[in-house]
């Protein structure tokens, strides 16, 4: 794919003269180096995680225990939540660790899975390029999978809204209806012009997701005619779904880079800890209640299930629309970043050629997400898809691998022994959300569209 070799953060470019320095010594602490340019406070990054978590992902969760079961899909979602939060402290201390041994204050996570098989017991170096390319393509896919989960989330709530208004028309027409306006979107190149729009959107859905509670409680909560556990197809769509849900690997180390303590991330009242607490009961309360609130009848996002007519419900799924599709172009920046800037236009010499292949580039790529999107307009199997394909790989497979590639020669007997039996438990549920939930998934996408 023609990746450069060249390392990202700005920290690791002096690599080599630090780990040269003799003025570095072993005793080099990168938590003591204050990250340059604007940081963030303790608050500040819980809060960024904590809204992270209101979005297409929770919207889904009635679905995914209406898969599940209201009993499996707790216990489920509390497993998932817990298996996060360790995924995400094995990324954090073996950044920090490798960062130690580099003698550099950051790094990316690409970075960080190259830095841990070059340190590696073995032969595990000859692999350290390699891994690199695959945590940045699974980075890259993932943030396209969730601009195809926005589209569609998008397209169902503007259909919701149009047919009892209109002659109702597939879904498609609706995805074929938002290429305009989200390449638009896309077009725009600073991404601090997105950011007021992604604030205010942030927003809304915050009140949204209060409505939305709103209208579950007013419905009968029985336990009547609702599953308490679903079969083994329903429940890999369903482990598919809450790695979606919680699947913001992507913005793990970037923040750790950018808050202004770093120590204080992954600490036992860090970040980490402490915005995982609401957002596992967000999203049970969510998943537990609106599947009692409206069981057989449960759609692939909740807003799908207010009131078909009346301001009060439209005004909801508008405002949601609205809200997601402030979103959509900081997924897709992100893809434009890693496959764009640090890769195709470092072959143009001509600036303005650049510009010019630059807004080709973009109009391409969101076609290209629209064109997926209408091959499959299922925002329950996309959300899957994406969460059993990419979510594994970086939040399962790398965080153990790397853990384990950093600290294999640090622990002896008891200890040992321990930190093996976690990695390899890890690994065993990453091959069921891996080979298991996504072959559920992949079967029954195939039979939606054939």
Known sequence: MGFNKTTDSQAALDVDLNEKNPEIGEDYEPYNHEPAGKTASYIEALLILIKASVGTGVLGMPRAFYNAGYILGTMGTVFAGILTTVTVHLISNSEHELCRRKRIPQMTYPETVEAAFEYGP???????????????????????????AYAIFIADNIKEICDHIFSPAPVRFYLLCLLGPLILMCWIRNLKFLAPGSTLGTGCAIGCVGVVFYFIFSQPITLEGRKAAGSLKDFAL????????????????????????????????????????????????????????????????????????????????????????????????????QLWHKNLALRFEDNKRVIFWEYVFRTALTCA??????????????????????????????????????????????????????????????????????????????????
């Open 122 to 148: 073995g032969n595990s170096r000859r692999f350290k390029n390699t891994a690199r390319i695959i945590c940045y393509s699974a980075l890259v896919l993932l943030e396209f999978g969730a601009d195809c």
């Open 369 to 450: 997400n629209i064109a997926c999107c209408i091959a499959i307009p299922n925002l329950e199997l996309v959300m899957a898809f994406t969460g059993s394909l990419m979510v594994p790989t970086l939040g399962i497979w790398f965080p153990s691998i790397i853990y384990t590639l950093t600290f294999w020669n640090k622990y002896t007997g008891i200890k040992f022994a321990f930190f093996l039996s976690r990695t390899i438990i890890i690994m065993i549920v990453g091959v069921f959300a891996s080979v298991i939930s996504l072959s559920t998934t992949v079967r029954e996408i195939y039979g939606t569209a054939f």
């Open 238 to 337: 369903f482990f598919g779904q809450v790695l979606f849900a919680f699947g913001a690997f992507g913005m793990v180390v970037p923040l750790k880079n950018r808050i202004r303590r770093p120590a204080s991330f992954g600490s036992p009242f860090g970040v980490v800890n402490v915005a995982m607490v609401p957002n596992l009961v967000l999203y049970v309360i969510m998943g537990f209640f609106g599947y009692l609130a409206y069981g057989s009848q449960t759609k692939s996002s909740v807003t799908l299930n207010l009131p078909q007519t009346g301001l009060i419900g439209d005004l909801i799924r508008i405002l949601m629309a609205g809200s997601i599709f402030t979103t959509y172009p900081l997924c897709n920046y992100i893809v434009v970043e």
